[in-house]
């Protein structure tokens, strides 16, 4: 993960200053590398160190978006975040626009992440909100929903006509399977730091919550109910112990 | 479909309550999902569940838009517009206000103990998820194979994930699965 600053400088010199979201496979590249970044961050200490850490944080904010600005905006990230929407904000907020510095992003990505809900979508409406008030965070939240929505929605109508054929039928089995090896590895990759760190109540919690809705398949807010509680507790308990 | 007066409030009560509960983010809340979707309301089947997970996962955009899929087998356009929104907006307000009250208290401990108390327990939530969807995407053998190929492969190198998916499609269409 360290080798995310070598890479963004990497990706900075290879691409035109003026350029704009354009480079799936290079922006992709980064997709599950930074989101990983990003959550071990959260996993450890407060963002200080920004993964784009190499823009200058005295360089000038741009003057606040518009209302119209920011749903293009978020419009455009979204619609470029193949896999994942965080890396294409990140680019587009700080680097891009500059509406934010890396830190500030961090702080922000941190606060929607240990909210519920989906996290780049509450890290819109909170963007779009420190510069419009409700209605900026409207506006963001819309770019960002609304026009994959309507793509969504286009491919449920064929999914719903053509669902049926064999070989649409043999295609999203393929795609299925892969998907799920996807979702394995992201959970392998932000299970590593918890490994690592050597701490077994954490990982206890882990193991049980996996059983709880995996395998029993209790209902998610029963299980949260019990297991929030006891892992703000045990939390807090490890770092009381640790600081004393 | 369920057979009470309207879905699309059967759908808004079930997305906006199960977004306050997605803690580490949509993919979290799939087991819910599914739970509810295919055990619960019948709304689709195993296999269907698992499609629309790699529509949502093939798709560009937040990968909550799974709940949209969910929400147009369940009631149309107006189902899927009614689940994205139930979804989206509650906590993407709260998220609003808890910023807006956090604004005083910068350097405060507690959020970072909030965030490191939340982390097991979303990683425990993945883990379920990547179980409920594997359950019904891998029915045979070379389907588990394919999936574990995919795993590593991701794990281990820094390909892009749309690759994956476009391979497994692929491989899909050529029957192998």
């Known amino acids: 993960m360290a080798s995310l600053g070598e890479e963004a400088g990497r990706r900075a010199k290879a691409i035109q200053p003026q350029e704009k979201l354009a480079w799936p496979q290079e922006n992709c590249l980064g997709v599950k590398q930074s989101a990983v970044y990003l ?59 500059r509406w934010m510095t890396a830190d500030e992003f961090n702080e922000t990505f ?87 760190r050597r701490e077994l109540p954490p990982l206890v919690l882990m193991v049980a919550v996996f059983a709880g809705i995996g395998l029993a398949r209790w209902p998610l807010q029963l299980v949260l109910l019990v297991a929030i509680p006891i892992s703000l507790g045990i939390t807090f308990l490890m770092q009381r112990r640790v600081s004393s | 479909m369920s057979s009470d007066g309207n879905p699309i409030w059967g759908l808004v009560a079930t997305f906006g309550l199960m977004s306050l509960f997605a803690v580490g983010g949509a993919n979290a809340a799939i087991p819910e999902m599914h739970r509810i979707a295919v055990d619960v309301h019948h709304w689709l089947t195993d296999k269907q569940f698992a499609d629309v997970f790699a529509i949502s996962q093939l798709s560009p955009g937040p990968n909550v838009l799974i709940v949209t899929l969910i929400g147009y087998a369940v009631a149309g356009f107006a189902g899927a517009f009614a689940a994205t929104i139930a979804m989206c907006l509650p906590t993407a307000v709260l998220a609003y206000v808890v910023s807006g009250l956090l604004k005083g208290s910068r350097g405060a401990r507690w959020p970072a103990l909030i965030r490191t108390s939340l982390v097991p327990l979303s990683i425990g939530l993945m883990g379920a998820s990547a179980l409920v969807v594997s359950q019904a995407a891998d029915g045979t053998w070379p389907a ?6 995919a795993a590593v492969l991701a794990f281990t190198t820094e390909i892009n994930p749309l690759w994956i998916l476009l391979a497994g499609g692929c491989l899909g269409l050529s029957g192998v699965i």
């Open chain 2, 144 to 149: 588990v194979v394919l999936t574990l190929a």
């Open chain 1, 39 to 97: 959550f071990q961050m959260s996993l450890d200490s407060p963002p200080a160190a920004s993964p784009g850490s190499d823009i200058p944080q005295t360089v000038v904010q741009t003057p606040p978006p518009g209302l119209i600005a920011l749903f293009f905006a978020f419009a455009k990230m979204s619609l470029a975040g193949f896999g994942g929407v965080l890396p294409f904000a990140r680019r587009a907020i700080v680097e891009q626009h």
């Open chain 1, 110 to 196: 941190a606060l929607c992440h240990f909210l519920p809900g989906p996290n780049i979508v509450n890290l819109s409406f909170v963007f779009g909100s420190r510069f419009r008030g409700l209605k900026g965070g409207l506006a963001a939240f819309l770019g960002l929903v609304g026009p994959p929505m309507v793509l969504v929605m286009g491919l449920a109508v064929l999914y719903a006509d053509f669902g049926d054929l064999p070989v649409l039928r043999r295609i999203l089995a393929g795609i299925s399977c892969a998907a799920v090896g996807l979702l394995v590895a992201t959970v392998f990759r932000m299970m590593m730091p918890l490994i690592k």
